[in-house]
């Protein structure tokens, strides 16, 4: 039934539910937020764009539909992600199913993702690339879908966080090859023009700076790494690198933004040139790339 269609029935205004949900979560998140969380529900449940209620500021919606929306209030509270709520994120214009098996998709891994289009724009080479702790499968198929001739394997240690990718890949018609494997045992023969990772590295004891949302609702595994070793997933993955890249293949990273120095330092110890530390849209040190000499 159109949220329009509501003659004989009893409906409820739109901008009530929204000042419902400002009275209700304005302190736990913020108002700013809220109202995104807000629109962005009447968008997926309702297919209503964010305008809408500025120019039908006496829209409506019935009690089934408002059942939907109250249900996603109840869960906000308990400070579930939203995007677990919807089910999907959007990630390079491509809408992602996600769940507590793996990690949401950030603005800063889009970004890693945009260097490596970038560098290769106007490259006519059919592209070996490796996916190191695929996750949602968002790096892979956000690569695959804009360079299509590409060649593209990714790997998690996580069966179903596997399920997931593949289950993305499928969705947006992209061919991956997905297999299982573990980070710090990778031993594999082919050589690849590009290898990126965004594996964990949340030291414990930055827990603290971490909101609950993401600490109760998403994978661990994904996300930290002990205070003693912080680097132990990005040593693996550079002396994998090293060997597995060709010459002048490129290794792109996501990492911690207080350990820019020491992955510099851990990049040209393995032989890496034109090391680059670039910063986040938050001004955070963020993303690192290296060639292999």
Known sequence: MSCLDVKNIVVVLLKEIKNIFHAELDVLYGKEEVSSFFYLLIEHYFDLERFVLAIQP?????????TFIFNALSELKLEKPIQHIMGTTH?????????????IPRPETEE??????DDY??????????DIGTGSG??????????????????????????IAHENAVTHDIAVD?????????????????????????????????????????????????DEDPLKFYVAIVKFA????HTEGCLYLEINQYLGIEMKMLLKEYGFESIELRKDIYGNDRMLKGIKA
């Open 121 to 130: 724009e106007h490259t006519d080479k059919a592209l070996k690339i490796l």
């Open 242 to 245: 090293a060997k597995s890249l």
């Open 178 to 226: 997905f297999f299982q494997a573990d980070m710090l045992k990778m031993d594999r023969e082919i050589k690849y023009d590009i290898i990126v990772s965004n594996p964990p590295y949340v030291r414990e004891l930055e827990k603290a700076e971490i909101r609950n949302n993401v600490i109760d609702h998403e994978p661990g595994i994904a996300l930290f790494v002990p």
């Open 58 to 66: 006496e829209l409506v919606i019935d009690k089934e539909q408002e």
């Open 138 to 163: 968002c790096i892979p198929i956000s690569l695959v879908k804009n360079m299509p001739t590409t060649k593209v394997q990714a790997f998690d240690i996580s069966l179903n966080a596997l399920e």
């Open 112 to 117: 890693l993702v945009r260097w490596i289009l």
């Open 91 to 103: 990630f390079m214009e491509l809408d992602f199913k996600v769940n507590k098996h793996v990690l």
